[in-house]
């Protein structure tokens, strides 16, 4: 990787890094607000639904990200090929959302309140759809643009969250504020990809290329089911506790999780703004060097490493200060749960690393073999041991899933090696950025 390629890599990354510190230094805040405001039985609710649409906005993505960022970096009209994501994305969000409605009816219509909240928060499917354009900024790196546009919508609607608790309001009002996080966000990022186009853009989005949107859909799919899978196993606990236990267990759970996900900011920022670069160099060499794949899964090993250990040191104090008596339980559920930024970070490398090699077909199989262990462990273990058994159940899947899965299938043995080598990445993280100084 030569110079020039590195500082891309490294502007990329402290710019997305710069980004997600001040989403979540206002998400934070405002989470602590509102978990020591409404208690754990209330935030419990409120994660339910954000987990519950959380999962099925995902299966509305469609998992297009990774297969449209390298054909974007390939493709000589761009354009045509955003017109026809964002006409697909639209066209599925409508659909799901629906499906949204009709399943938390069937889960919740025992609890008005928590009905009501989930139906709310699901309306953020459809209000995400613009989010398209930030594959183009991707495959581009660009990092400033659609991180202006994501700090805005977060800010904004941190600022009525605020509102929302010095009146006193509940869980729906701060429902509503979720969904106008994704209302905000969506119209930031059409806006900065209009300004980032005007001057290139050739095919106007209105114009849908039927035959590419067919390509597109073809190559998402494989995508499309790890992604979902993905987070229903990243979710699914969530789901399950919210419905198999009380409100109560669900929030506490629901804290340590919370802090569980600030920990992925770091490895993957570090493999999205690697990726695009990476994919160039390995696809652009006749000898398909695979030490760039190593690079990838480095760095995202790393960055997990290093957030754990940190995150471990100080969770303790964090929780009890800030939270109070009633999350201490959450203090020993996350001392699981963070492990799992270990393997969150291996499975997101792989995953740009399958679509660069085309071995895409086995994302799906990876994936369903995740949430088949994490939906019969949590159904074991919830009524047992509640959100510690949930804590267990994710943890354990996701090894399984984002690591040994590797060794399962012949083709991904050279990938499981490499996951391997990452779990000890600083002598070759160090050579790298030492021969990039002499150079």
């Known amino acids: 990787m030569n110079t020039t390629g590195a500082r891309q890599i490294a502007t990329s990354s402290m710019l997305l890094l710069a980004e997600n510190l001040i989403r979540l230094i206002a998400v934070a805040v405002i989470s602590f607000w509102i978990a020591r405001q409404l208690g754990p039985g209330q935030f419990g609710i409120l994660n339910f639904a954000s987990a519950f649409a959380a999962i099925l906005l995902a299966v509305s993505t469609l998992g297009m990200d990774t297969p449209v960022i390298l054909r974007l970096t390939q493709s000589r009209e761009p354009f045509a090929v955003m017109g026809a994501v964002l ?16 399943i938390a009816l069937l889960m919740k219509h025992d609890d008005s309140v928590a009905l009501s909240a989930t139906v709310i928060v699901s309306l953020g499917i459809l209000l995400n759809s613009p989010s398209v354009f930030d594959y183009w900024f991707k495959a581009n790196t660009m990092a400033a643009p659609p991180a202006l546009a994501r700090i805005c919508g977060t800010l904004l609607s941190a600022g009525v969250k605020i509102l929302c608790l010095l009146s006193g309001l509940g869980v729906e009002a701060l429902a509503w504020t979720i969904t106008l996080e994704a209302a905000l966000t969506s119209i ?39 992604v ?39 490895p993957v920022v570090l493999v999205d703004s690697a990726y695009p670069l990476v994919a160039k160099r390995f696809l652009g060499s006749k000898s398909n060097d695979s030490n760039q794949g190593q690079m990838l899964f480095d760095l995202a090993v790393a960055g997990s490493l290093i957030s754990c250990v940190f995150a471990l040191l100080l969770s303790g104090p964090i929780i009890n200060i800030v939270f109070g008596k009633a999350y201490l339980p959450s203090v020993h559920i996350f001392y699981l749960h963070a492990w799992s930024c270990v393997a969150i970070a291996m499975n997101s490398a792989r995953m740009r690393w399958l679509a660069t090699t085309g071995l895409q077909r086995f994302a799906p199989i990876v994936t369903g073999v995740g949430v088949v262990i994490n939906v019969a462990m949590n159904i074991a273990l919830i009524p047992t041991m509640g959100a510690q058994g949930a804590a267990i159940a994710t943890v354990v899947s996701y090894f399984i899933s984002g690591y040994l899965s590797s060794f399962l299938i012949p083709s991904l043995r050279l990938i499981g090696l490499m996951q391997s080598k990452a779990l000890w990445p600083w002598k070759r993280l160090y050579s790298a950025a030492t021969i990039r100084r002499v150079n």
């Not at 066209?91 to 499906?99: L, N």
């Not at 506490?252 to 919370?258: E, H, N, R, V």
Request: aromatic letters at 10%; one cysteine or more; charged letters at 15%.
């Open 188 to 226: 930031g990022l059409t806006l900065v990809y209009q300004r980032a186009t005007r001057k290139q853009r050739y095919v106007s989005l209105l114009t849908v290329d039927w035959l590419l949107l067919k390509e597109i859909a073809i190559d998402s799919w494989p995508y499309m089911m790890s």
């Open 87 to 102: 006409a697909l994305r639209i066209g599925v969000s409508v659909i799901v959302f629906i499906a949204a409605c009709l």
């Open 228 to 266: 979902g899978a993905i987070i229903l196993y990243m979710k699914v606990d969530i789901v399950m506790l919210g419905y198999m236990s009380t409100n109560t267990e669900t929030g506490i759970y629901s804290l340590a999780q919370k802090l569980s996900e600030v920990l992925y900011i770091v």
